[in-house]
Structure formats: C-alpha cells, structure tokens
C-alpha cells in the first residue's frame, strides 16, 4: 500500500467517527457516527449545530452484544448526544433548545433506531439573520468500495484462505454480497473499515463482505458494511441485511453477522 493509500485510509477511518449500536444486542448492528450525525442534522435544517458527539450515556448502562463487533465500536446500549448550539436571537434560547432536542431524540428513533437516551445541547450562539442559520455542509461518507469487494479469512480467522478452500469463501462472500444488495434499503457496499491498516505493504484495501470461519460448515462469522435508503428506517434494512446473510449460508443458528451501517443517503 502505497503512503499516500495509506493517509486516506487513515483518515477515512477516523472520520467517521465511533461506531454507535442500533436497537438492541441481539439486533448486531451499528452506524457510524458521521452517518448518524448527518441523519439528525438533516431534522433540524434550519439550525447550526456543531461539535456534535455520541457516547454511552454512563458506566454500567451497556450490554453485551449478541454477535462480534465491528473492531472499537461501542456496546449496545443507551446513548447520550451533546452539541453546541446557534439559535435565532428573536426566539427564548430555552423554547429554542427544547424545540432542537425533541426533533433530534425524535429523528433517531423514527429514521435510524438510534437509543439516543438524552441530547445535551449548550447554545454559544445567537444568530440575527435567519440565513445564518445554515448548517454548514457535513462531510458525505466514504463512498469507496461500491462495488464487490469481499474477503474471506480461513477457518481459525487468521489468514488469508487460499486454494480451493479460498474459492469457497470467496463463493460463499459473493452469495452474500449479492443477497443484501437485494434487500429493501440497501443503495450499496460501502466498506470503512478493514485490515489495511495491519497490513499496510500488501494487504487488501477495505472489505464490504467479510467473513471469517467455514462458511461450508455453516459456521462463520460475517462483517457487512452498508450503503442505505432513507426510504427505510435504517434498523430495519439492517436487520434485513443481516437475515439475508444468514439466509444464505444455511445453518442461521451458528453463523452471526454484524451489519455496520456506512453512509445513510439522502433523497
């Protein structure tokens, strides 16, 4: 991998932020949080937010998920949002502020299946013009790897599967990339997160299928990274995705999937 691959990879991976659960442990799904921030911008477009931050709301409040997680993504559990905020100077900073809040804690139920438990806002800004309350324009998700990047790992999930046992997986993580892409809400693959960069000389780039284990067996692990409608709650095409790939890998009792939600596009 070349330095300036490797730059962009890093920075791909650190601009989306952390990766926030969706529903609940037994759903294994997550959104980046660059995804999820431009989701609850857009319910809010006439208002300026920024430093804009999810975390888990306390120790303690977390559970275990039901599947392997995607690599540092938080553990299902319920979520606090924390901003700063500009409002208008005509309007009561705190009817102007509830009004933010509901509308954010709304938006990440209703679009995305979010447990955002609270929105913390500070307001240090009043704005006189209504025209400057224009957000200014987040940055879009990476869009790389839209097409039919996969990878296999063989049965311990330590290496690179190779000869006929690689064509397998490799078999088994086009059935399933071909599998999500026709379930309701998927736009594409959009991978962010991969192992370039504990391989940087010659490892692969970033995988938007990849499974790790015997898929023959019916015993695997799969990591899908997704693309999304807005046309569809997010939760549920990730569920949706996640039951495809199980679906066509036979034995759904021991095979899990995690579904990390990419990019989530607009209208």
Partial sequence: MT????????????????LLPLGEAA?????????????LRRAVPDTRLSAMRVELSGPGTWTEPAVPPPPSALPPGPLTLTAELAVPADRPV???????????????????????????????????????????APGRAPAAGQGSDTEATGAAGTAEATGAAGAAHQEAADRVRRAVLAVDGVARLAPVVGPALSRVAAGPAINSVRIEGDPEAGRCHVLLQLGVSPTRRVLATARAAGAAARGVLGAADQVTVAVLVTAVDRV
């Fill in 94 to 136: 705190p009817a102007a502020a509830d009004e933010v809040r509901h509308a954010l804690l709304a938006a990440a139920e209703r679009e995305l299946g979010l447990a955002l438990e609270s929105v913390d806002l500070r307001v240090t800004e009043l704005m006189d013009a209504p025209g400057d309350m224009t957000a200014p």
């Fill in 3 to 18: 330095a300036e691959r490797l730059t962009q990879v890093v920075r791909q991976q650190l601009g989306m932020g952390r």
């Fill in 27 to 39: 759903d294994g799904a997550w959104v980046t949080e660059e995804a999820a921030l431009d989701v």
